[in-house]
């Protein structure tokens, strides 16, 4: 229930579907109550009174060639339309959603055979192929009702089979089938669950399109016929009266363009509220910069690196304010390497893509802070300023070389892109400089790799690939994302000696965002720890590593197995960090902290000096390093 409760809300905030759910339950509400209504027989004529203007008396919307009511007509022939509509994609959505299930489901001769039923249905205009199935079953409503039925069932049957085909592979379906449940089951229980959302969706979206198809075939007089009311037969019986009484015609029109309309928004607002990547409510696609909503710039930094001073990043969520950074602090100098180290969650990857303002907006926005590169303020920069510094003075590289790399491209014209998008080269020498970028990062046999997908080589080589593409412009600043978690030992050396070799031979900063305190040992020359969205220790690595200042930076060593030391206890920090909507007002890590006192809890500690080149948040730093 709180699931439906969140995308009610959702569905609320979106102001287009509230508009539509709005005008679509007020059309359905008086179809409804049609028979409680004081209005005249719907089908009762009286020649005496034909084509009353709209606001004759006794007749608010007038009357037709008939003498009949306009306004009952309407509201009848509205309940006739919506009901056809709502059976018609019922019966749609179950035959194709079955279709689609079995056949995604079972792969091979059974879809190979159904899919080629489908394209037989679909080889056909779907109108052609409705005005056939009426014309062999005869004019009627109900026959109507089966055609329009029947043409839109391959929609269904190929949207739902190309989801289950996906599915049918996943591991949760083979941990199924090894746990011996029969196909059926798994069908029923495992996979249709999953595409159970899509077929929300598209009956959604569909409803609105059967309702027009139903009054098309009733506008042709093949489905309601005289005198049963129905909106595409009130279109089609004032068309001969469009010069001369106007208002026969257009009221219905009206009338069908604003049913239709209201269906297709709601149907909208429905696909978003079900989408599980719109949940923090953000609606619209995401800018090409983060939204910047700060008070004021500060005080800009000097010098030709990266200065961060009083960042602060935020996630709209359900009508709440999450924030993932609360003003972070810190600086890398040209050919310096600094460690952003911390648990999950606590805001190093947000740190990250907020200095070139990657973070998604909407949800995210900057709403505090400065970010000096090299002289110049980042939040201030145009979206065009930052496309030209992304990928050319600052550069990427993330954590999974797979999501980093497109499928579809050669390596080499993945890494000849990266070139040609800041530089004016031509394609061959673009690939002369891609081979040559390879060879830098170790690839062997690196012309031959340049026409390799991604998916031909190996972890290793695709990281390597990914750094080349970051290297290709010569950078000044490289933010390094967790770019050796995934990587096996071997490899995980092999790419921080290549780093930190670039790093000194070219003199490039680099931030690299981690939780392994061997790889900041091996690479950086500096570690700023991160908790909350707050840093509460930096300093230089080979100082914090053997001397910590904050006890949360103690906790995470003491959690770091040591080589040969299999007595050494490993202890764990107890706990979790508090959510981003729920920060303490004093120390945030105060609840989890073994040396907590009063005065911890009841303000926010300063990030203050503990020694040369060192500070930490704590209002009672580590003996040692105090």
Same mark, same amino acid.
């Given at each position: ?21 709005? /005008? ?14 004081? =209005? ?10 034909? %084509? ?18 306009? /306004? ?20 749609? $959505? ?11 489901? $079972? ?70 089938? /090894? ?49 049963? @009311?129905? =909106? ?9 009266? &469009? ?29 978003? $509220? ?29 010098? *030709? ?16 304010? &999450?924030?993932? =950074? ?28 907020? %200095? ?8 995210? !926005? ?7 590169? !090299? ?19 600052? $550069? ?16 080499? @014209? ?10 004016? /080269? ?12 390879? *060879? ?55 790419? %921080? ?13 680099? %931030? ?85 006192? @009063?005065?911890?809890?009841? @303000? ?21 390093? !105090?």
């Amino acid at each position: 229930m709180s699931g439906l409760r969140a995308a009610m809300a959702q569905l609320a905030r979106n102001r287009l579907a509230a508009v539509g759910l709005a /005008l679509c339950a007020a059309i359905a509400l008086v179809a409804l109550a049609a028979p409680l209504l004081p =209005l005249p027989d719907p089908n009762a004529t009286a020649p005496a009174d034909r %084509l009353l203007r709209p606001g004759a008396p006794g007749h608010p919307l007038g009357t037709d060639h008939l003498g009949r009511d306009i /306004l009952s007509r309407l509201v009848w022939g509205a309940r006739v339309s919506i009901a056809v509509g709502l059976s018609a994609t019922a019966i749609a $959505a179950a035959a194709g959603s079955l279709i689609g299930l079995v056949a995604g489901y $079972a792969g091979g001769r059974v879809d190979g055979a159904l899919m080629r039923a489908i394209d037989v249905v679909m080889a056909f205009p779907y109108i052609l192929l409705a005005l056939g199935v009426v014309a062999v079953l005869g004019p009627g409503l109900m026959n109507a009702l089966f055609a329009i039925a029947v043409v839109n069932v391959p929609f269904f049957a190929r949207t739902i089979r190309g989801v289950t085909l996906g599915l049918s592979r996943r591991e949760f379906v083979e941990a199924a089938r /090894l746990s011996g449940a029969s196909h059926a089951t798994i069908l029923f229980s495992e996979v249709a669950p999953n595409v159970a959302p899509v077929i929300v969706v598209t009956m959604s979206t569909t409803v609105g399109w059967m309702i027009l198809e139903t009054a098309g075939l009733s506008f042709l007089g093949l489905g309601a016929q005289p005198p049963q @009311a129905d =909106l595409g037969a009130m279109l089609g019986e004032g068309r001969g009266l &469009l010069f001369t009484a106007p208002h026969v015609s257009v009221i219905p029109g009206v009338v069908i363009f604003a049913l239709v309309m209201s269906i297709n928004l709601l149907g909208d607002g429905v696909r978003d $509220a079900l989408d599980p990547r719109l949940k923090a409510g953000a609606l619209a696609a995401p800018g090409a910069a983060t939204a910047v909503r700060r008070s004021g710039a500060g005080e800009p930094a000097k010098g *030709e690196g990266l200065a961060v001073s009083g960042l602060v990043t935020e996630f709209a969520s359900g009508g709440r304010s &999450l924030r993932a =950074l609360d003003g972070v602090d810190f600086a890398v100098a040209p050919g310096e390497r600094l460690a952003l180290v911390g648990e999950s969650g606590s805001g190093k990857s947000v740190a990250a893509l907020s %200095l070139t303002r990657l973070v998604p907006s909407p949800p995210g !926005a900057i709403t505090a802070g400065r970010v000096d590169f !090299a002289g110049e303020d980042l939040l201030a920069a145009a979206p065009e300023r930052l496309r030209r510094l992304r990928g050319d003075r600052v $550069a990427y590289i993330f954590q999974d070389p797979l999501t980093t790399l497109h499928p579809l491209f050669t390596v080499g @014209a993945q890494v000849a892109e990266a070139l040609r998008a800041h530089a004016p /080269l031509g394609r061959k020498a673009a690939r002369e400089k891609a081979a040559e970028l390879l *060879e830098m990062v170790r690839i062997p046999a690196a012309r031959r790799r340049l026409d390799a997908y991604p998916h031909e080589l190996s972890g290793g080589m695709r990281q390597r690939a990914c750094i080349a593409m970051a290297l290709a412009n010569d950078p000044a600043l490289l933010i390094a994302d967790e770019p050796t978690t995934a990587l096996d030992v071997t490899v995980q050396a092999q790419v %921080l000696d290549l780093m930190r070799g670039l790093a000194e031979a070219r003199g490039t900063a680099v %931030l690299f965002i981690t939780h392994d305190f061997g790889v900041v040992s091996a690479l950086c020359d500096r570690v700023a720890v991160m908790y909350a969205g707050r840093i509460v220790e930096s300093g230089p690595t080979a100082q914090v590593l053997a001397d910590p200042a904050h006890p949360y930076t103690a906790g995470l060593i003491a959690c770091v197995p040591v080589l040969g030391r299999p007595d050494r206890a490993l202890a764990a920090i107890e706990g979790l960090p508090p959510a981003p909507d729920a920060l303490p007002p004093g120390c945030p890590f105060a609840p989890r902290c073994p040396h907590v006192e @009063a005065r911890c809890e009841a @303000a926010r500690p300063p990030l203050a000096p503990v020694g040369e080149g060192r500070a930490a948040a704590c209002v009672k730093p580590l003996a040692g390093a !105090a």
